[in-house]
T-cell receptor
Framework: DGGITQSPKYLFRKEGQNVTLSCEQN?????MYWYRQDPGQGLRLIYY???????QKGDIAEGYSVSREKKESFPLTVTSAQKNPTAFYLC???????????FGDGTRLSIL | KNEVEQSPQNLTAQEGEFITINCSYS?????LHWLQQHPGGGIVSLFM???GKKKHGRLIATINIQEKHSSLHITASHPRDSAVYIC????????????FGKGTHLIIQP
């Protein structure tokens, strides 16, 4: 079955460390997205990519980095510059244009 | 003021009741999404609409573009409908990504 796989489901990070969240899709979707969800707030866009080897900052990109070397993969690195990384992170993808986004099951990141 | 506002924030109802969740937005959009998030966190897309009304099973979504308002209705609600329902808008025109409401936490009691 086609879908989006995020791993791991739970992730712990020590302060000062970088950590990478994985997102893989086998839907042959063109665009991929990373969102952050905090309690009591709506999801906010971190980064998105509409095509391989190209990506754009979203509303809250500071302290994060991404790459899009393959169409299927869009990993997110939470760097030590992100001062408040504890959150729930969701990856999504869609076909180009006004198409519905498909979401992964998310990764919950916590700081030790 | 948030660009996407949902009401109510929390809703508890009895099984079988008719449920309405509202969404108002303040920006021009090309499409509006209704999403469902279960306690584990995964999100499922319920509807994407740009005009009129869509129905899927016991779920109905409507949108009024002139009034910048959408509603999600659940008929004959069931405890398995308990979830967070999220309204999100797609602005199109080069602005990619969705803008989300804060969600409505729905609990259906048996």
């Amino acid at each position: 079955d086609g879908g989006i796989t995020q791993s791991p489901k739970y992730l712990f990070r020590k302060e000062g460390q970088n950590v990478t969240l994985s997102c893989e899709q086998n839907l042959n979707h063109d665009a991929m997205y990373w969102y952050r969800q905090d309690p009591g707030q709506g999801l906010r866009l971190i980064y998105y990519s509409q095509i391989v080897n190209d990506f754009q900052k979203g509303d809250i990109a500071e302290g994060y980095s991404v790459s899009r070397e393959k169409k299927e993969s869009f990993p997110l690195t939470v760097t030590s510059a992100q001062k408040n990384p504890t959150a729930f992170y969701l990856c999504a993808s869609k076909r180009y244009g006004d198409q519905p986004q498909h979401f992964g099951d998310g990764t919950r990141l916590s700081i030790l | 003021k948030n660009e996407v506002e949902q009401s109510p924030q929390n809703l508890t109802a009895q099984e079988g009741e008719f449920i309405t969740i509202n969404c108002s937005y303040s920006v021009g959009i090309s499409a509006l999404h209704w999403l469902q998030q279960h306690p584990g966190g995964g999100i499922v897309s319920l509807f994407m609409l740009s005009s009129g009304k869509k129905k899927h099973g016991r779920l109905i979504a409507t949108i009024n573009i002139q009034e910048k308002h959408s509603s999600l209705h659940i008929t004959a609600s069931h405890p398995r409908d308990s979830a967070v329902y999220i309204c999100a808008v797609f602005r199109g025109g080069g602005a990619d990504g969705l803008t989300f409401g804060k969600g409505t936490h729905l609990i259906i009691q048996p």
